[in-house]
C-alpha cells in the first residue's frame, strides 16, 4: 500500500512538473508588473503566474496555521477543563462513600 501511494505522488509530482514547463514554455512574452508604487521588470508571464501561486500557497498555509493553533489551544484548555472536573467529581465520589 505504502509503495502504491508513493508511486501515486510521485505520479502526480511528474505531471505538475510537466504541466509547470509546458506552461513556461508557452507563456514567454515579457510582461512589467506594475504593482501600484513601484514598476517591477519584465519577466515572462509564466514566471509572476507561477509566483503569484506560490505566494497565494503560503498565505494559504499561513491563514489555515493560525487557525490550527488556536483549534489546538482551545482543545487543550477543554482537556484541562474536563480533566479538572473529573479530579472534582471522583472526589465528591469518595467523600459520599
Given at each position: 500500500?505504502?509503495?502504491?501511494?508513493?508511486?501515486?505522488?510521485?505520479?502526480?509530482?511528474?505531471?505538475?512538473?510537466?504541466?509547470?514547463?509546458?506552461?513556461?514554455?508557452?507563456?514567454?512574452?515579457?510582461?512589467?508588473?506594475?504593482?501600484?508604487?513601484?514598476?517591477?521588470?519584465?519577466?515572462?508571464?509564466?514566471?509572476?503566474?507561477?509566483?503569484?501561486?506560490?505566494?497565494?500557497?503560503?498565505?494559504?498555509?499561513?491563514?489555515?496555521?493560525i487557525v490550527?493553533?488556536?483549534?489546538?489551544?482551545?482543545?487543550?484548555?477543554?482537556?484541562?477543563?474536563?480533566?479538572?472536573?473529573?479530579?472534582?467529581?471522583?472526589?465528591?465520589?469518595?467523600?459520599?462513600?
Amino acid at each position: 500500500m505504502r509503495l502504491i501511494r508513493s508511486i501515486l505522488v510521485f505520479l502526480l509530482l511528474l505531471l505538475v512538473l510537466a504541466f509547470g514547463l509546458l506552461f513556461t514554455i508557452q507563456n514567454d512574452v515579457l510582461v512589467p508588473l506594475n504593482v501600484l508604487v513601484a514598476e517591477l521588470p519584465a519577466q515572462r508571464l509564466s514566471t509572476w503566474v507561477i509566483l503569484a501561486f506560490f505566494v497565494g500557497g503560503l498565505a494559504g498555509v499561513a491563514a489555515s496555521s493560525i487557525v490550527i493553533l488556536r483549534l489546538q489551544a482551545s482543545r487543550l484548555r477543554l482537556r484541562r477543563l474536563l480533566n479538572s472536573e473529573k479530579t472534582k467529581l471522583a472526589r465528591n465520589q469518595v467523600i459520599s462513600s
